[in-house]
């Protein structure tokens, strides 16, 4: 697969205002430490089925070996439907363990290229995208596990 455009550059800071869990963060503040930023949407039938249950895994194996995850809920699927309380009620039902921020406008998710829900981004300890991955099927997801790998080795 083609390397995406934001590969290999460092990773823009977010201007996050609402927090949901933990935060605020900063792309700055991520740095020493490999990290997968997971932007996805509680109305994504993959993110809700797939993607989320697949990042929780992924917490309980990697965190401890020192790589970092931050949600990023983005709105642009149902703006009405994603409000504060609902993505609130969302994070608390699935018990999400990791920071979680409200992408009001989408904008990270536009500095970062990002395709569309659910979006992985894997940026190692300097701050540089290491790989984008998009989708939340087989494919998808067997290369986000590879790209934390490679991170974390």
Not at 1 to 7: K, S
Not at 85 to 94: G, I, K
Request: aromatic share 8%.
């Amino acid at each position: 697969m083609p390397a995406h455009p934001m590969d290999g550059k460092p990773a823009p800071e977010w201007t996050l205002k609402t927090w949901i869990q933990d935060g605020p963060l900063t792309v700055e503040s991520l740095r020493g430490k490999p990290a997968l930023i997971e932007f996805f949407s509680i109305v994504c039938a993959g993110c809700v089925h797939r993607s989320v249950p697949h990042s929780i895994e992924l917490v309980e194996q990697y965190a401890p070996r020192g790589m970092q995850f931050v949600g990023i809920n983005t709105v642009f699927e149902s703006p009405d439907a994603q409000t504060v309380d609902n993505v609130r009620a969302f994070v608390e039902e699935r018990k999400l363990p990791y920071p979680v921020a409200l992408d009001d406008a989408d904008e990270t998710l536009a500095r970062y290229l990002g395709l569309g829900t659910p979006t992985h981004i894997l940026i190692d300890a300097q701050g540089i995208i290491f790989r984008n991955i998009f989708g939340s099927m087989a494919g998808p997801q067997q290369r986000l596990d590879y790209g934390i790998e490679e991170l974390l080795s």
